[in-house]
C-alpha cells in the first residue's frame, strides 16, 4: 500500500519572492476560491497569527476569511497582500 498525504503549499512557500509569484499565479487564474486559498496558504506560511495581528484583525476572524468555506471582504484582502509588487 502507498503512504500519500495531502500536499501543503505553505509548507514550500519559504520566500517573499515565492509567495508573489504564488499570488500572481492565482490572480491570473482568476477564478476567486483560487486566490482565497492562495492568500490562506501564503497567510499559514508565514504565521497566522502574525498576519492577524499585522492586518488588525483576531486570529480566528483571519481563519474563517481564508478557509473555503469562507467569504473575505475586500477590505480584508489588502492588508494580507500589501507587500505584494505589482
Given at each position: 500500500?502507498?503512504?500519500?498525504?495531502?500536499?501543503?503549499?505553505a509548507?514550500?512557500l519559504?520566500s517573499?519572492?515565492?509567495?508573489?509569484?504564488?499570488?500572481?499565479?492565482?490572480?491570473?487564474?482568476g477564478?476567486?476560491?483560487?486566490?482565497?486559498a492562495?492568500?490562506?496558504?501564503?497567510?499559514?506560511?508565514?504565521?497566522?497569527t502574525?498576519i492577524?495581528?499585522?492586518?488588525?484583525?483576531?486570529?480566528?476572524?483571519?481563519?474563517?476569511?481564508?478557509?473555503?468555506?469562507?467569504?473575505?471582504?475586500?477590505?480584508t484582502?489588502?492588508?494580507?497582500?500589501?507587500?505584494?509588487?505589482?
Open positions: 500500500m502507498l503512504n500519500t498525504r495531502p500536499w501543503d503549499a509548507e514550500h519559504e517573499e519572492e515565492e509567495m508573489a509569484a504564488y499570488l500572481d499565479a492565482a490572480l491570473e487564474d477564478d476567486a476560491a483560487v486566490v482565497v492562495a492568500l490562506g496558504d501564503i497567510a499559514r506560511a508565514k504565521g497566522m502574525q492577524a495581528r499585522d492586518a488588525g484583525l483576531g486570529r480566528e476572524s483571519l481563519y474563517e476569511a481564508l478557509s473555503p468555506a469562507g467569504n473575505p471582504e475586500f477590505a484582502r489588502p492588508p494580507l497582500d500589501n507587500g505584494r509588487k505589482h
